[in-house]
Antibody, heavy 117, light 111 residues
């Protein structure tokens, strides 16, 4: 069964940092591009970052560019999101999602990041 | 890039058909056939239900269908069932500038 499991969320103060992880199983992780998508409480979905299968291509949404860094370790079947200079508006559930060639499937269950003093 | 525009809510009775619109621009929805749709139940992760405007992934009910005209994509749910209640999001693949642009989301209520 294809599965994605996020971890690393929690409460952090404004200006702080957090590193999210996404553990993949049930498929050949190294051959798939991956994405991070977030959803603020009661709000819609927002794509924030993409990384290709061999790490040659990385994209960010303007809202996180310069503050967040996506990375992956194909040997560990894991995707990461390093989040620095966190702001109140970064409070959201963060999902990792596998790239399906112009669609996203499947998605993990999400991890909640709360930025608050 | 701005989110695609969807109605905030759509409702229907069991057995009826409803349609959710997703309006973008000639730079996103209107520029290609790379529109996908996602269903999200409360407290759950989104589930992929339509890709490339009108194609259904394996395992997705044929009660879900998609279409597009110009800058507006649409999702139709026929034979509405209680389990269809939830939020629905359209998504346009935009290429390198902003790979995925989501719609504002539509809450579907089964009366």
């Amino acid at each position: 069964e294809v599965q994605l499991v996020e971890s690393g969320g929690g409460l952090v103060q404004p200006g702080g940092s957090l590193r999210l992880s996404c553990a993949a199983s049930g498929f050949t992780f190294s051959t798939y591009s991956m994405n991070w998508v977030r959803q603020a409480p009661g709000k819609g979905l927002e794509w924030i970052s993409y990384i290709s299968s061999v790490i040659s291509t990385i994209y960010y949404a303007d809202s996180v560019k310069g503050r967040f860094t996506i990375s992956r370790d194909n040997a560990k079947n894991s995707l990461y999101l390093q989040m620095n200079s966190l702001r109140d508006e970064d409070t959201a559930v963060y999902y990792c999602a596998r790239e399906g060639n112009v669609w996203l499937d499947p998605w993990g269950q999400g991890t909640l990041v709360t930025v608050s003093s | 890039q701005s989110a695609l525009t969807q109605p905030a809510s759509v409702s229907g009775s069991p057995g009826q058909s409803i349609t959710i619109s997703c309006t973008g621009t000639s730079s996103d929805v209107g520029s290609n056939n790379l529109v996908s749709w996602y269903q999200q139940h409360p407290g759950k992760a989104p589930k992929f239900i339509i890709y490339e405007v009108n194609k259904r992934p394996s395992g997705v009910s044929n009660r879900f269908s998609g279409s597009k005209s110009g800058n507006t994509a649409s999702l139709t749910i026929s034979g509405l069932q209680a389990e269809d209640e939830g939020d629905y999001y359209c998504c346009s693949y935009g290429g390198s500038r902003n790979i995925y642009v989501f719609g504002t989301g539509t809450k579907v209520t089964v009366l």
